[in-house]
């Protein structure tokens, strides 16, 4: 039977619960046991896939089709695992769920309350995860912090649950923050005591205690914070500030984190954690041989979460360069009123990153006819790849004003259009073209190349708009290349221009399939060249 730890977090918020808890899963998993991780967030839309990149940063898709949280990257990127629906509850799910066994009958007339209805709804699906019996820990991360409103009904969900399965199978780690004030040159433990207290209130007593820090915390605090918290010294657990997420597995690690927790579960598993390849990439990202810089062109480039699966990507695909990739961020509707020259000097490649609506898209179309002209190593995903189709069509297919309906319905030539399945939608939540699709690679394209042997492959999409089959003759005799295909419904998914150094745009997401222990190959692909366009620059101008 699993065994089960919550991640809570107090103080303030954005303090990283979700990477501890992959974190923590990691170290598990090198040990050789079966894990996976749940997030639970307390806000009431049904899902983040409504919500403003601006509001909660990007939304991550996971195979099923499930849009959800972002904490659910980290878990598949540090893990190398797939997650699904199950993965993600939010509070509207939660009361829709209550709410519809309300309308049917199945309380048999009982007065519908938070306790014991929802609280029963949560603990549902915190043991659905278990359903096929085959993991031996589950680790929950509960979004929010202690003391907001939103998250009462979770925290009270994890005190019934320790009752009902026993200290030996629940545990709670406290994420906490002890800040250092300048002023008097110490770390204050205040706020931590605090934030346990307001535990305490609700009857929940955290087993371990995370205490986020920017200096080293001495055994004189650690023993102070225990005292008053009501844990043992070596149930205080320093997290420090580091320059990498993935070094954190590494720094609990030397905390012995795993340890404690392992001991407090009663699991018995002498194995030390096998980390010999985590410890090869964190020593490619901190030992560099090379540096490549991208400009990522977008429109929500002010929170940097938005695109945070492509920067992840970057990473893993530069480490296995071992190449620092240097990001330019570059707001996509401030270029169509800059100098695109000046926008783009000393890069080595452009990404035209995913979005949605007319903000912004010309200022995309303007970066990759800059690059396509100028023989820039260039990718595309999603809405990039759309944006590509539709400056080839303006400026080298003859299709002068070509555009997507989605921007311009009365447009001549709709070389992007709305897809059959989505025409008469009302409801816009959950309803896009989600989750895994098969791609059928042509041979002999560089995708072909990039994807070594596989014939078909299968990716993850997130997008109302689709290539306008109508127009793709016209496009592909005009030189370009649609080397992907979608075989049950015949839409492109990959289109290239052999002529150009590296020119890929992909309507799929590849981004989110990319893990530490599997860079992406389109996105490895891709900084290669800029690395080969990086050196011919060098070249250039040494000569």
Request: hydrophobic fraction near 40%; charge should be neutral; glycine fraction near 6%.
């Amino acid at each position: 039977m699993a065994k089960y730890v919550f991640v809570t977090g107090g103080v303030t918020s954005s303090l990283g619960k979700g990477i501890l808890a992959a974190s923590l899963a990691k170290l598990l998993q090198a040990r050789g046991l079966k894990v996976t991780i749940q997030k639970l967030d307390p806000y009431i839309n049904i899902d983040p896939g409504t919500l403003n990149p601006y509001e909660h940063g990007e939304c991550y898709v996971t195979e099923d089709g499930a849009e959800t949280d972002l904490d659910l990257g980290h878990y598949e990127r540090f893990l190398d695992i797939k997650t699904s629906q199950a993965n993600n509850v939010t509070t509207g799910r939660i009361y829709q769920s209550v709410i519809n066994k309300e309308r049917r009958g199945d309380y048999l007339g009982k007065t519908v309350q938070v306790v014991p209805h929802i609280t029963d709804e949560i603990k549902n699906r915190i043991l659905l995860l278990d359903q096929s019996k085959s993991y031996d820990v589950i680790i929950t991360e509960i979004g929010g912090t202690v003391g907001d409103i939103e998250s009462l009904p979770y925290i009270e969900a994890i005190r019934q649950l320790r009752l009902e399965l026993g200290e030996s199978r629940c545990i709670v780690l406290h994420l906490t923050l002890l800040p250092y004030l300048k002023a008097a040159g110490e770390l204050k433990t205040k706020p931590t005591q605090h934030s346990v207290k307001m535990l305490l209130e609700i009857g929940v007593q955290p087993d371990v205690l995370i205490c986020r820090t920017e200096h080293p915390i001495t055994q004189e605090i650690r023993r102070k914070v225990a005292l008053f918290c009501n844990v043992t010294p070596d149930a205080v657990i320093e997290a420090l500030d580091v320059s990498s997420i993935y070094e954190v597995p590494l720094k609990i690690a030397k905390e012995k984190l795993d340890h404690l927790v392992l001991r407090k579960l009663k699991i018995k598993n002498n194995k030390a954690p096998e980390l010999n390849s985590w410890n090869t990439f964190v020593q490619s990202l901190q030992s560099p041989k090379h540096q490549i810089d991208i400009g990522l062109v977008g429109k929500y480039v002010e929170l940097k979460d938005s695109y945070l699966s492509i920067s992840e990507a970057l990473i893993h695909a530069g480490a296995a360069l071992e190449a620092k990739v240097n990001v330019r961020w570059i707001h996509s509707e401030k270029l169509e009123a800059k100098s695109i020259s000046d926008s783009f000097a000393n890069l080595d490649g452009i990404l035209v990153a995913p979005g949605f609506g007319e903000r912004g898209w010309e200022g995309k179309i303007a970066a990759i006819q800059y690059a396509r002209t100028q023989g820039l190593p260039f990718f595309g995903i999603c809405l990039g790849m759309q944006c590509a189709t539709v400056e080839f069509a303006r400026h080298v297919a003859n299709m002068h004003h070509a555009d997507s309906t989605e921007m311009n319905p009365q447009t001549k030539y709709p070389v992007i259009d709305l897809m059959e399945s989505q025409v008469g939608l009302l409801n816009k939540g959950g309803t896009m073209r989600l989750g895994t699709y098969g791609c059928r690679i042509e041979t002999g394209s560089l995708a072909s190349k990039i994807y070594g042997q596989s014939k078909t492959v299968h990716e993850r999409h997130r997008h109302r708009y689709e290539m306008n089959n109508k127009f793709r003759a016209r496009l592909q005799n005009a030189g370009l290349r649609m080397s992907g295909i979608n075989p049950d419904h015949d839409l492109v998914e990959i289109i290239e221009i052999p002529e150009h150094p590296w020119f890929v745009a992909t309507q799929f997401h590849p981004e989110y399939s990319s893990t530490v222990a599997r860079p992406h190959p389109l996105f490895v692909s891709f900084l290669n060249a800029s690395l080969l366009n990086r050196s011919n620059r060098v070249q250039k101008f040494s000569a």
